[in-house]
């Protein structure tokens, strides 16, 4: 054991130090101004805008892969059933393909612990169920909205009729979105769930279930009316959309929601204070500005890589998020002999795992036990597990 030049603990002499998850080996300033090693997925940077490490903060690091290719070959076979032409069954794929593997995650990853029922229940069933009465009731008004919006206002549509139905969509999903969370806290979540990225993880299942509602509903005449097989021909950028960068866009936004307010009492430090609006306006700008572009007849992949780069930003506002939360939350946790769920070595940690610098409360419930509570200034275990690598993460 010996004192960690970032905090001044004492912690094993190992890579990273269990208590602040600082990189010993780096330089030696404050470990919540480090941005090289994300705390959630240490090797990562924490400005990286990686959609699995960021959404899916529970996965040990040996299944990351596994869900990155999932995402990436789901998308390729979405991809394909367009060429084919079969574009009710690109749609369906579209729909499910993201909340799909995300229910997979919650199921492998045990986020529920033995409260399967009501946490997915109010997470995503009840996100399903409110996007779709939103999305029926402005599907009934949109033809108003995209006549407002092509410039062709009958006199009796008013002005204010369209600032609501272009700008305060978005608010209005924004608000319904995060109800389920709600619901799920004040039934106890918050106390069963404390830390920060379970919050986080809820708001983004309820936001999966919302979109898939949403694709469902909007295409519903293609679904209901289109031939099996019918000309592949502009549907490739819309069903883009609606696969990967419109579910994460209703997933991020109401994760970070989520997120900031699971624990209220960080309201009051900017970086939490400012993700409410930061979603907000996100989201207006995703809808607004790809509807003017779309209306201006700009390449549809403009507009994919204009919903991207939103997309991008909200990661990276979330990872920030995560990355000061776990450092906050980690001075909670007790000295005590784990099994890492990141690298699966048996070490004396507390937050934060000594060797790879992965945070002990980001991965599976059922990995994240403790063996033994050891005593006051406990010392590592004498070995490390037979044939194990040593090092960090960046080793």
Same mark, same amino acid.
């Given at each position: 054991?010996?004192?960690?030049?970032?905090?001044?603990?004492?912690?094993?002499?190992?890579?990273?130090?269990?208590?602040?998850?600082?990189?010993?080996?780096?330089?030696?300033?404050?470990?919540?101004?480090?941005?090289?090693?994300?705390?959630?997925?240490?090797?990562?940077?924490?400005?990286?805008?990686?959609?699995?490490?960021?959404?899916?903060?529970?996965?040990?690091?040996?299944?990351?892969?596994?869900?990155?290719?999932?995402?990436?070959?789901? $998308? *390729?076979?979405?991809?394909?059933?367009?060429?084919?032409?079969?574009?009710? @069954?690109? &749609? #369906?794929? !579209?729909? +499910? /393909?993201?909340?799909?593997?995300?229910?997979?995650?919650?199921?492998?990853?045990?986020?529920?612990?033995?409260?399967?029922?009501?946490?997915?229940?109010?997470?995503?069933?009840?996100?399903?169920?409110?996007?779709?009465?939103?999305?029926?009731?402005?599907?009934?008004?949109?033809?108003?909205?995209?006549?407002?919006?092509?410039?062709?206002?009958?006199?009796?549509?008013?002005?204010?009729?369209?600032?609501?139905?272009?700008?305060?969509?978005?608010?209005?999903?924004?608000?319904?979105?995060?109800?389920?969370?709600?619901?799920?806290?004040?039934?106890?979540?918050?106390?069963?769930?404390?830390?920060?990225?379970?919050?986080?993880?809820?708001?983004?299942?309820?936001?999966?279930?919302?979109?898939?509602?949403?694709?469902?509903?909007?295409?519903?005449?293609? $679904? *209901?009316?289109?031939?099996?097989?019918?000309?592949?021909?502009?549907?490739? @950028?819309? &069903? #883009?959309? !609606?696969? +990967? /960068?419109?579910?994460?866009?209703?997933?991020?936004?109401?994760?970070?929601?989520?997120?900031?307010?699971?624990?209220?009492?960080?309201?009051?430090?900017?970086?939490?204070?400012?993700?409410?609006?930061?979603?907000?306006?996100?989201?207006?700008?995703?809808?607004?500005?790809?509807?003017?572009?779309?209306?201006?007849?700009?390449?549809?992949?403009?507009?994919?890589?204009?919903?991207?780069?939103?997309?991008?930003?909200?990661?990276?506002?979330?990872?920030?998020?995560?990355?000061?939360?776990?450092?906050?939350?980690?001075?909670?946790?007790?000295?005590?002999?784990?099994?890492?769920?990141?690298?699966?070595?048996?070490?004396?940690?507390?937050?934060?795992?000594?060797?790879?610098?992965?945070?002990?409360?980001?991965?599976?419930?059922?990995?994240?036990?403790?063996?033994?509570?050891?005593?006051?200034?406990?010392?590592?275990?004498?070995?490390?597990?037979?044939?194990?690598?040593?090092?960090?993460?960046?080793?």
């Amino acid at each position: 054991m010996t004192p960690c030049e970032h905090c001044g603990k004492e912690t094993p002499d190992e890579a990273f130090c269990t208590w602040c998850g600082a990189h010993r080996a780096g330089p030696l300033a404050d470990a919540r101004t480090r941005r090289k090693d994300y705390a959630a997925h240490s090797g990562e940077h924490v400005a990286q805008p990686a959609v699995v490490t960021t959404l899916l903060p529970h996965l040990p690091r040996h299944r990351v892969h596994e869900f990155r290719w999932a995402l990436i070959g789901g $998308i *390729a076979v979405v991809v394909a059933l367009v060429g084919a032409g079969l574009i009710v @069954a690109a &749609i #369906l794929a !579209a729909a +499910v /393909l993201v909340p799909a593997l995300y229910l997979v995650y919650l199921y492998e990853a045990q986020v529920y612990r033995d409260e399967p029922a009501m946490v997915l229940g109010l997470t995503i069933v009840a996100g399903v169920v409110v996007g779709v009465i939103v999305s029926v009731i402005f599907q009934v008004i949109e033809p108003l909205r995209l006549t407002a919006v092509n410039g062709l206002n009958a006199p009796d549509v008013p002005v204010s009729y369209v600032l609501i139905t272009t700008l305060l969509v978005p608010v209005i999903q924004e608000i319904v979105k995060v109800l389920p969370v709600y619901g799920l806290w004040t039934m106890g979540g918050q106390s069963k769930f404390s830390e920060t990225i379970d919050g986080l993880t809820f708001g983004v299942a309820a936001g999966l279930g919302f979109a898939a509602a949403e694709t469902v509903v909007l295409f519903s005449d293609q $679904i *209901a009316h289109e031939a099996v097989r019918t000309s592949s021909a502009g549907w490739l @950028a819309p &069903i #883009l959309t !609606a696969t +990967v /960068l419109k579910p994460l866009l209703q997933g991020t936004c109401t994760g970070m929601i989520a997120a900031v307010l699971w624990k209220p009492g960080r309201l009051s430090r900017p970086l939490y204070f400012l993700g409410i609006p930061l979603a907000i306006v996100a989201h207006i700008a995703f809808s607004l500005v790809s509807q003017v572009l779309a209306d201006s007849n700009v390449n549809s992949f403009i507009v994919l890589f204009y919903q991207a780069a939103i997309v991008g930003v909200l990661l990276v506002y979330i990872r920030h998020i995560v990355h000061d939360a776990l450092l906050d939350e980690a001075k909670d946790f007790g000295f005590q002999v784990v099994t890492c769920p990141h690298c699966r070595h048996q070490v004396g940690a507390a937050g934060f795992c000594p060797r790879c610098g992965g945070a002990i409360a980001a991965g599976p419930r059922s990995a994240v036990t403790a063996a033994v509570t050891a005593p006051e200034n406990p010392s590592p275990p004498a070995s490390p597990v037979e044939g194990a690598a040593t090092g960090g993460a960046n080793a």
